[in-house]
């Protein structure tokens, strides 16, 4: 029998795969947990690529260039591989949303690159260029939180009039020549390719949809957040960045879906279809003419929002801008979802040190006028405390009998009340936290700026 003799291609993929199991190795000597991130990306060959890229599902590489880059300088496959697996891990390739495409990506970028600058980690530790220490400055200097939302803001700001025609190499920022400062800041932190990262881009056939990619690293940050919270050893900044963005990413959801979490099971009259055999009803009609042998229950068990509460930080720390987008997003999920009970109460209440206003709303119908002609009053200084004793007086007059729960728009720079009140309660922001720790009472959620 003829001895098969191997080809150049596929000692590259042997090669390769052994560069990538050494790199893993590197990478959990120094961040034992984060095992199962760094082990979760399938590695695949894609000749067509100029440096790593992933999907969710696989780690993308070129052999020629991976074998190439290793002889030379390992450690960057180290920082690049890292970096792939970060980007998952916080799930940049599935909340871009409507954002600008350079932006989000330069934005995800300078945040990866920021925490693994500051883990200080053996086996992915390097010189600071001028570009990037001069930018880490900036964003200290100017109290940038390490947050792509945040981030993005801040390259909006700032960027948002260079349009990407004037970017010549867009789709080729690692080795673009333009010299504009968007330019130059993309390619100083551009270490992956993006491409994939919207599934209608990918023609590569995958087994896992985004959503289950999504899904799967769902599970995988939970599980490293756990793994890291239980280890003794001292976290660098870059762990503590990384350790807050996962606590985040598990307070953000859907979140149509975390206002489900306030809703209560009750009958209320309506036909309930699905409570009987619709073949006995046809057989019955059938037989005797005008006779059903069942006819459907008149009343049904449902889960929706009974009385409840939202308060507004109208104090001078806190963006009007965002506290109406707040509000509308917050009734237009509520209308869209049916999610109110015929009768229900929802209280506006306006606070910054003190009660400002009061609204009730009974019905639907009365949604659409409150925000046309919605004003915020406030401007003081923040202070939650007279907004819980206002609700706790509500209580006491029976004004709210079927209490579900109390959600506070708020940036969180305030005096929390000392005692758990008796009914549901979340601080809600948009954006990265930047407050004052929530109480163990209550929920704190944060939500992407688009919501």
Request: hydrophobic fraction near 35%; charged fraction near 30%.
């Amino acid at each position: 029998m003829k001895k098969h003799v191997q080809t150049d291609s596929e000692w590259q993929e042997e090669m390769s795969q052994k560069i990538i199991d050494e790199i893993q190795c590197e990478l959990y000597l120094d961040m034992p947990f984060m095992k199962l991130a760094l082990s979760a990306l399938s590695p695949k060959v894609n000749e067509q690529l100029y440096s790593m890229a992933t999907d969710g599902t696989y780690i993308y590489y070129n052999p020629i260039r991976l074998i190439d880059i290793f002889k030379k300088n390992g450690m960057y496959l180290n920082r690049a591989y890292l970096h792939s697996v970060l980007h998952c891990l916080f799930f940049h390739l599935w909340t871009k949303g409507e954002r600008d495409e350079l932006l989000w990506n330069t934005a995800c970028d300078i945040m990866v690159e920021y925490t693994i600058d500051t883990m200080e980690k053996k086996s992915t530790k390097r010189i600071l260029s001028y570009i990037r220490k001069t930018t880490y400055e900036r964003l200290k200097k100017e109290h940038i939180v390490i947050a792509p939302g945040a981030l993005y803001a801040w390259l909006y700001k700032q960027y948002a009039e260079i349009k990407a025609e004037e970017i010549t190499d867009i789709d080729d920022i690692a080795n673009t020549k333009d010299k504009n400062e968007l330019a130059l800041l993309a390619r100083e932190f551009y270490t992956d390719d993006h491409a994939l990262w919207s599934e209608e881009k990918n023609d590569n056939a995958m087994p896992l949809s985004s959503s289950d990619a999504k899904k799967q690293w769902q599970k995988i940050s939970r599980q490293t957040r756990m793994e890291k919270s239980h280890s003794k050893d001292s976290k660098s900044e870059g762990e503590q960045v990384m350790m807050r963005e996962l606590s985040a990413k598990r307070s953000r959801r859907s979140y149509k879906e975390f206002l489900r979490r306030f809703a209560v099971l009750r009958e209320e009259v309506h036909a309930d279809y699905d409570s009987f055999d619709m073949g006995y009803y046809a057989y019955g009609l059938s037989l005797y003419g005008n006779m059903p042998l069942i006819e459907p229950l008149e009343t049904r068990e449902t889960y929706k929002i009974r009385d409840f509460v939202i308060v507004l930080d109208t104090s001078y720390s806190v963006s009007g801008e965002l506290v109406e987008h707040f509000l509308q997003e917050t009734f237009t999920i509520l209308t869209e979802s049916d999610s109110f009970f015929v009768r229900n109460k929802i209280r506006i209440i306006q606070c910054d040190d003190s009660v400002k206003t009061d609204e009730e709303i009974t019905d639907e119908k009365q949604i659409k006028p409150l925000l046309n002609k919605f004003t915020l009053v406030g401007g003081g200084g923040t202070d939650f405390r007279p907004a819980f004793s206002y609700v706790r007086d509500l209580l006491d007059k029976g004004e709210l009998k079927n209490m579900c729960g109390l959600i506070y728009f708020t940036d969180g720079k305030g005096i929390f009340p000392a005692k758990c009140p008796s009914y549901k309660c979340a601080f809600v922001s948009v954006g990265a936290y930047e407050g004052n720790e929530v109480p163990p009472w209550a929920m704190q959620v944060e939500l992407e700026e688009t919501i």
